[in-house]
């Protein structure tokens, strides 16, 4: 069946430091992927998508890779602050538009 | 200005009770969802709509009925309540387009608590 793993554990570090999350799927071949952040209460948010067929996107601080072969995606912050906080949910999509969400990591950066 | 809203934001509720979330969306997108997200933070589908009409419905008990009334609404139904009911359920919209690039904007939420 498909499966999404994401850390469980919380991730922590250090203000100024690069985060970086992962996301690992098996049994799917996702159209495209897309990484939510969600802060205590909220809805998730939607912050980037990168396409089946690209290697690296990036929004500012924040850069995503998508390897088809090792069937992972890694998610980075960089000079992270404490307002980066927050659980980050991977999500996969098919080519109809389902999408299938990681349980999330947690991240932590302290000041 | 919401985008993506719901009511109520809580709702605690005796088993056996039956019980409606409303969600409506101004961002005049064509397409919502209903997730449904339990204690261990895992979010899953349970239903889309495209222009009102069902195009996915995924294992959920035919005590969920979502009900779409116009493009802009996506109401959940829930009869008979039980205590594995109990979760966060939120509403979403997104915008179909050529490719298929659904970004989905999220409500703030419904907690759910059957006692």
């Known amino acids: 069946s498909q499966k999404i793993e994401q850390n469980s554990e919380a991730l922590n570090i250090q203000e100024g430091k690069t985060a970086t999350l992962t996301c690992n799927y098996t049994?799917?071949?996702?159209?495209?992927l897309q990484w939510y952040r969600q802060d205590p209460g909220r809805g998730p948010v939607f912050l980037l998508l990168i396409r089946e067929n690209e290697k690296e996107k990036r929004k500012e601080r924040l850069k995503v890779t998508f390897d088809t072969t090792l069937k992972q995606s890694l998610f980075h912050i960089t000079a992270s602050q404490p307002a980066d906080s927050a659980t980050y949910l991977c999500?996969?999509?098919?080519?109809?538009?389902?999408?299938?969400f990681g349980q999330g990591t947690t991240l932590q950066v302290k000041p | 200005d919401t985008a993506v809203s719901q009511t109520p934001k809580y709702l605690v509720t005796q088993m056996g009770n039956d019980k409606s979330i409303k969600c409506e969306q101004n961002l005049g997108h064509d397409t919502m969802y209903w997730y449904k997200q339990d204690s261990k933070k895992f979010l899953k589908i349970m239903f889309s709509y495209n222009n009102k009409e069902l195009i996915i419905n995924e294992t959920v008990p035919n005590r969920f009925s979502p009900k779409s009334p116009d493009k802009a609404h996506l109401n959940l139904h829930i009869n008979s309540l039980e205590l594995g009911d109990s979760a966060v359920y939120f509403c979403?919209?997104?915008?179909?387009?050529?490719?298929?690039?659904?970004?989905?904007?999220f409500g703030p939420g419904t907690r759910l608590l059957v006692l």
């Open positions: 999500a996969l999509a098919s080519r109809a538009g389902k999408l299938i």
């Open positions: 979403a919209s997104s915008q179909e387009s050529i490719q298929r690039l659904k970004t989905q904007y």
């Open positions: 049994n799917y071949s996702p159209a495209y």
